[in-house]
């Protein structure tokens, strides 16, 4: 089997914006009068796009505020300073580069709107690395829906077998195994239960593992 592509997904795979994402949406809390929430709260509850992470900061602070309105306070804050706190998690960069020296295809998916998720990418540096990036608006349909990874494949005339996931989630590894990717599951990230728990081709500690498992795996 030949390797062609890797897809990456973004919070949590390949950066840490848990801070950012709690400044944000603390500003919003903040501005109704509660009280902020802790970082490792706003944590567990990222993952599956902007609308339920604030569904469930405004369901843990009691709030009863239209979420829509809500979503828009959150994004407005959040655009205005995406990578204040953000880092790369360790081997990020590394590991990039040495898959693109090897002339794999890099491409993002992630349930974050695509010009932010753009936005941050070039501000970390890391926008050169990749020849698609696919937000959770740049289509009808966002993970955990295979969709979104099938039409990644067919922009890349990619077949599943010559494709990786790379992801840190429930949410990664459903998109992954019903558009038939296997996933490459990172142990750092916002998952929610054990990683014994999610199909996984394998699990790594640190992204730079990743083009020794590749070669591993397709050399």
Known sequence: ?????????????????????AHAVNGMLESHGCLPLGLEDVRAMIGDGMAKLVERALAASGLDVDAD???????????????RST?????????????????????????????????????????????????????????PDPRVLQAVLREFSAAPREALMVGDSEVDAAAAADAGVPLILMRHGYR??????????????????????IGTLHG
């Not at 809500?70 to 990578?83: C, D, F, K, T, W």
């Not at 709107?113 to 696919?134: C, K, N, W, Y």
């Not at 929610?192 to 498992?213: F, K, S, T, V, Y």
């Open 1 to 21: 089997m030949s390797l062609s592509l890797v897809i990456f997904d973004l919070d949590g795979t390949l950066i840490d914006s848990a801070a950012d994402l």
């Open 69 to 83: 309105t809500a979503q828009r306070m959150v994004l407005s804050r959040y655009a205005a300073e995406p990578v």
């Open 87 to 143: 880092t790369l998690y360790p081997g990020t960069r590394a590991a990039l580069e040495r898959l693109r020296d090897a002339a794999l295809r890099l491409a993002v998916c992630t349930n974050k709107p695509v010009q932010l998720a753009e936005t941050i990418l070039e501000r970390l540096d890391l926008a050169g690395f990749f020849s698609r990036v696919v937000g959770g608006d740049s289509l009808p349909f966002r993970k």
């Open 192 to 213: 929610r239960g054990p990683i014994e728990r999610i199909p996984h081709l394998a699990a790594l500690e640190n992204l730079q593992e990743l083009p020794e498992l």
